[in-house]
Protein backbone atom coordinates (compact mmCIF):
# COMPACT_ATOMS: atom_id res chain seq x y z
CA UNK A 1 0.00 0.00 0.00
CA UNK A 2 2.69 2.75 -1.31
CA UNK A 3 2.57 4.60 -4.01
CA UNK A 4 5.27 7.16 -5.88
CA UNK A 5 3.27 9.59 -8.06
CA UNK A 6 5.62 11.48 -10.05
CA UNK A 7 4.51 14.80 -11.99
CA UNK A 8 6.88 17.70 -13.63
CA UNK A 9 7.10 15.80 -17.10
CA UNK A 10 6.47 17.44 -20.06
CA UNK A 11 8.47 19.16 -23.54
CA UNK A 12 11.36 21.30 -23.00
CA UNK A 13 13.62 23.03 -25.73
CA UNK A 14 17.18 22.14 -25.70
CA UNK A 15 18.42 23.92 -23.42
CA UNK A 16 15.40 24.82 -21.15
CA UNK A 17 14.96 23.26 -17.89
CA UNK A 18 12.46 21.24 -16.02
CA UNK A 19 11.73 20.05 -12.48
CA UNK A 20 10.47 16.62 -11.69
CA UNK A 21 8.61 15.63 -8.28
CA UNK A 22 8.05 12.44 -7.28
CA UNK A 23 5.92 11.79 -4.03
CA UNK A 24 5.45 8.70 -2.36
CA UNK A 25 2.15 8.18 -0.13
CA UNK A 26 0.49 5.23 2.45
CA UNK A 27 1.46 2.81 5.07
CA UNK A 28 5.33 4.45 5.40
CA UNK A 29 7.63 3.83 7.81
CA UNK A 30 11.01 5.16 6.54
CA UNK A 31 12.37 5.38 3.29
CA UNK A 32 15.82 4.85 2.40
CA UNK A 33 17.50 5.61 -1.01
CA UNK A 34 15.26 7.54 -3.47
CA UNK A 35 16.44 7.70 -7.01
CA UNK A 36 15.50 8.80 -10.74
CA UNK A 37 15.67 5.93 -13.85
CA UNK A 38 14.60 6.78 -16.91
CA UNK A 39 13.80 4.93 -20.58
CA UNK A 40 14.40 5.96 -23.92
CA UNK A 41 12.23 4.39 -26.52
CA UNK A 42 14.52 1.12 -27.90
CA UNK A 43 16.96 1.27 -24.93
CA UNK A 44 17.02 -0.45 -21.62
CA UNK A 45 16.23 1.45 -18.46
CA UNK A 46 18.97 3.43 -16.66
CA UNK A 47 20.03 5.01 -13.68
CA UNK A 48 19.92 9.06 -13.51
CA UNK A 49 20.64 9.66 -10.08
CA UNK A 50 20.34 8.07 -6.57
CA UNK A 51 20.29 10.10 -3.23
CA UNK A 52 20.99 7.99 0.01
CA UNK A 53 19.34 9.07 3.44
CA UNK A 54 22.37 11.14 4.33
CA UNK A 55 21.42 12.82 1.08
CA UNK A 56 24.63 11.30 -0.44
CA UNK A 57 24.15 11.77 -4.29
CA UNK A 58 25.13 9.69 -7.83
CA UNK A 59 24.46 10.73 -11.26
CA UNK A 60 25.22 8.91 -14.48
CA UNK A 61 28.30 10.61 -16.13
CA UNK A 62 25.69 12.19 -19.12
CA UNK A 63 23.64 14.35 -16.72
CA UNK A 64 26.28 15.01 -14.40
CA UNK A 65 26.87 19.51 -13.75
CA UNK A 66 23.13 19.51 -15.55
CA UNK A 67 21.00 17.45 -12.98
CA UNK A 68 20.62 17.85 -9.76
CA UNK A 69 18.49 15.27 -7.20
CA UNK A 70 17.14 16.24 -4.29
CA UNK A 71 14.85 15.10 -0.89
CA UNK A 72 12.34 16.19 1.47
CA UNK A 73 11.77 13.60 4.32
CA UNK A 74 8.83 15.92 5.34
CA UNK A 75 7.10 15.55 2.50
CA UNK A 76 8.19 11.89 1.66
CA UNK A 77 9.35 13.58 -1.87
CA UNK A 78 12.06 13.60 -4.06
CA UNK A 79 12.89 15.85 -7.22
CA UNK A 80 15.08 16.07 -9.88
CA UNK A 81 15.76 19.06 -11.41
CA UNK A 82 17.21 18.92 -15.14
CA UNK A 83 19.30 21.70 -16.56
CA UNK A 84 20.60 22.43 -20.00
CA UNK A 85 18.42 19.89 -21.31
CA UNK A 86 19.44 18.01 -24.16
CA UNK A 87 17.26 15.92 -26.77
CA UNK A 88 18.87 12.74 -25.85
CA UNK A 89 17.53 13.21 -22.29
CA UNK A 90 14.24 12.45 -24.06
CA UNK A 91 12.53 9.34 -22.13
CA UNK A 92 10.13 8.38 -19.43
CA UNK A 93 11.14 9.20 -16.33
CA UNK A 94 10.58 6.81 -13.42
CA UNK A 95 11.08 7.53 -9.66
CA UNK A 96 11.88 4.84 -7.55
CA UNK A 97 12.19 4.33 -3.55
CA UNK A 98 13.08 1.56 -1.13
CA UNK A 99 10.49 1.90 1.09
CA UNK A 100 10.23 0.30 4.58
CA UNK A 101 5.93 -0.20 5.51
CA UNK A 102 4.63 -0.01 8.64
CA UNK A 103 4.18 -3.44 9.01
CA UNK A 104 8.55 -3.46 8.30
CA UNK A 105 8.40 -4.71 5.22
CA UNK A 106 11.05 -3.11 2.74
CA UNK A 107 11.19 -3.30 -0.56
CA UNK A 108 11.90 -1.36 -3.66
CA UNK A 109 8.60 0.77 -5.58
CA UNK A 110 8.64 2.42 -8.84
CA UNK A 111 5.98 5.17 -10.09
CA UNK A 112 4.08 4.60 -13.57
CA UNK A 113 6.67 7.52 -15.10
CA UNK A 114 6.62 10.94 -16.92
CA UNK A 115 7.43 11.41 -20.05
CA UNK A 116 10.09 14.10 -20.63
CA UNK A 117 10.45 15.78 -24.73
CA UNK A 118 13.13 17.78 -25.56
CA UNK A 119 12.92 19.48 -29.12
CA UNK A 120 16.42 20.31 -30.32
Known amino acids: QVQLVESGGGLAQAGGSLRLSCAAS????????MGWYRQAPGKQRESVAI???????IYVDSVKGRFTISRDNAKNTVYLQMNSLKPEDTAVYYC??????????????WGKGTLVTVSS
Open 51 to 57: ITTDNST
Open 26 to 33: GSIFSIGN
Open 96 to 109: NAFVVTRTYSGMNY
